[in-house]
């Protein structure tokens, strides 16, 4: 691959629409502030819920929440229990609020809940909570899953978790890298919210072009680009590389921009499509993580998967999430499902 290059280095919102149009008007409705019976139903059928905090100190954790449930969810409110068992990290206080999004996974279920808020660490009776705050929630689909094929585990790698380093990832966190099929970026905007967004191909997808840079593609998706937008305001980046069926996570913070450069692009196709853009990260630090919670939580053992008939579909589910249960929202299931049909017939 050719060294990389700012020269088609996209550094405006107004660049970015030239390669991905603005979302439909539709979209905008997809954020709501309060926590419906949908979300509800996401969040009492997670296996595992992510969290990602603004402080790359902190980085992206995984709650198993099939054996520690959430114990609240109303209104804005999520409070989650945080293992006795699992390390808290020290930047983790619990005399500030933290800037930090969730990302709740249903074991089987391609689509998932995200929410961005913030959060405060509260010492209980019961052990440690996680007392979040939502300030948007929405229905993420399921399109990262379907690419990354995320159901079907697959060898857990043979890895030192918690081998870390700076600026230079490590033979084995490069062959993590090269393994990996599936991520959860985490982004912030300039006033500090953050995003967590999944990512997913093939394994291998995302490209290590030295042991300091690597190379993600931007598939085809809800054209919303909230991480897109964010990164071209805020620089930090930390990623989460999953392998699934690993018990394993790799962690990865740095600086990341956004290119066009078709010589970077190519490399980066599948099927002969080649991706509009792809996001940059220099490496700043990186760690293997031990995430026994993704294991633990069954959430690729297929005898706790979801049935595809235990709960409403993605379609109704986001028709009903953006405008209610009523006449417009039976009417709006209609359209989304035409979407998301059309959707996940053209993956790239």
Not at 314 to 321: D, T, V, Y
Request: aromatic fraction near 6%.
């Amino acid at each position: 691959m050719p060294s990389l290059s700012t020269a088609c280095r996209i550094e405006t919102a107004a660049r970015l629409r030239q390669l991905i149009a603005e979302p439909p008007a539709l979209m905008k409705k997809r954020l709501q502030t309060q926590i419906d019976a949908h979300c509800k139903t996401i969040i009492e059928l997670a296996s595992v819920c992510a969290v990602g905090f603004a402080e790359a100190s902190i980085g992206i954790h995984y709650l198993n929440v099939r054996h520690y449930p959430v114990v609240n969810a109303q209104g804005t409110d999520i409070v989650l229990t945080w293992p006795a068992g699992k390390a808290r990290p020290s930047a983790l206080s619990t005399d500030e609020a933290h800037a930090c999004s969730l990302f709740f996974i249903m074991p089987g279920i391609g689509f998932a809940l995200r929410a961005n808020g913030r959060c405060v660490i509260e010492l209980t009776p019961h052990g440690i909570q996680l007392q979040f705050t939502a300030q948007t929630l929405f229905l993420h689909c399921s399109r990262a899953k379907v690419r990354a094929q995320f159901w079907a585990p697959r060898p857990d790698p043979v890895a030192a978790p918690g081998a870390r380093g700076q600026a230079e990832l490590s033979d084995a966190a490069l062959d993590f890298v090269r393994r990996a099929s599936y991520l959860l970026m985490l982004t912030r905007n300039p006033d500090g919210s953050t995003e967590l967004s999944p990512r997913g191909d093939p394994d291998g997808f995302v490209l290590a072009a030295d042991r300091r840079t690597l190379l993600i593609p931007e598939r085809p998706g809800n054209k919303v680009a909230c991480s897109l937008l964010n990164i071209l305001a805020v620089s930090e980046v930390s990623l989460s590389l999953l392998i699934p069926g690993a018990s394993t996570a790799l962690t990865i913070s740095g600086q990341a921009w956004l290119t066009a450069d078709p010589d970077h692009l190519h490399p980066l196709a599948i099927n002969g499509k080649v991706p509009a853009l792809a996001i940059v990260l220099e490496v700043a630090q990186w760690q293997l993580q031990h995430c026994p919670e993704l294991v633990e939580a069954g959430l690729w053992q297929a005898q706790t998967h979801l049935e595809d008939g235990a709960i409403a579909s993605f379609p109704k589910m986001l028709a009903e999430h953006m405008n209610g249960t009523g006449l417009l929202g039976k009417a709006t299931t209609l359209v989304v499902d035409a979407v998301v049909k059309h959707d996940l017939k053209h993956l790239y």
